[in-house]
């Protein structure tokens, strides 16, 4: 297993171990990512917001990535995309998505929404095994990360994974300026 520099005071373990750890697609989608050094982390769910997450576990914000689900409509068909961000910048959602996915309006989808289609909890949602077919839209300084904490698809704990792994999901796009 990978040392991951970036772990803080969490306790890592190959995430292939403990899929007890991850949401039941996070786990589907694992089974063909063996080759990829990923971790996983136990850690207490009320904790699992970015900020109060690297407060506690001592994990550097500069190296945390959130994924959005972002939703845009054309022609009554609702389109989805993932975005993978740094903790410490925005996704561009009315510019570089909405061009993207080809829509009028793009926004954040709602949370109930999200949750329902990715099978994973708000707070959590990661882009491994996210619905096939979403465009998994990953900012360049995400790609370019070498290490990174990101959701595991529940609250309770948190994936620990290279920018390049990112990139290399089905469906992943890297994008330059997707973040400001």
């Known amino acids: 297993m990978s040392n991951w520099n970036i772990a803080g005071t969490l306790t890592v373990v190959p995430a292939a171990e403990r899929p007890d750890l991850v949401a039941t697609p996070v786990a589907k989608a694992l089974t063909g990512?063996?080759?990829?050094?990923?971790?996983?982390?136990?850690?207490d769910p009320t904790l699992a917001d970015t900020?109060?997450?690297?407060?506690?576990?001592?994990?550097?914000?500069?190296?945390?990535?959130?994924?959005?689900?972002?939703?845009?409509?054309?022609?009554?068909e609702v389109r989805y995309?993932?975005?993978?961000?740094?903790?410490?910048?925005?996704?561009?959602?009315?510019?570089?998505i909405r061009r993207r996915l080809d829509v009028r309006k793009a926004s954040f989808a709602p949370m109930d929404e999200a949750v329902a289609l990715t099978g994973m909890e708000y707070g959590g949602i990661t882009p491994i095994g996210l619905p096939e077919g979403w465009p998994i839209l990953v900012d360049s300084a995400v790609a370019d990360s070498p290490e990174l904490v990101i959701g595991s698809g529940i609250r309770g704990s948190k994936l620990l994974v290279t920018g390049a792994l990112l990139a290399s999901l089905p469906g992943a796009e890297v994008i330059e300026g997707l973040a400001k």
């Open 33 to 43: 990512l063996d080759e990829q050094p990923i971790g996983v982390a136990e850690i």
């Open 51 to 76: 900020a109060e997450f690297c407060a506690a576990y001592s994990s550097p914000l500069a190296a945390s990535a959130n994924c959005v689900v972002v939703a845009g409509k054309r022609g009554g």
């Open 81 to 96: 995309a993932a975005a993978m961000i740094l903790a410490t910048t925005r996704a561009d959602v009315n510019n570089v």
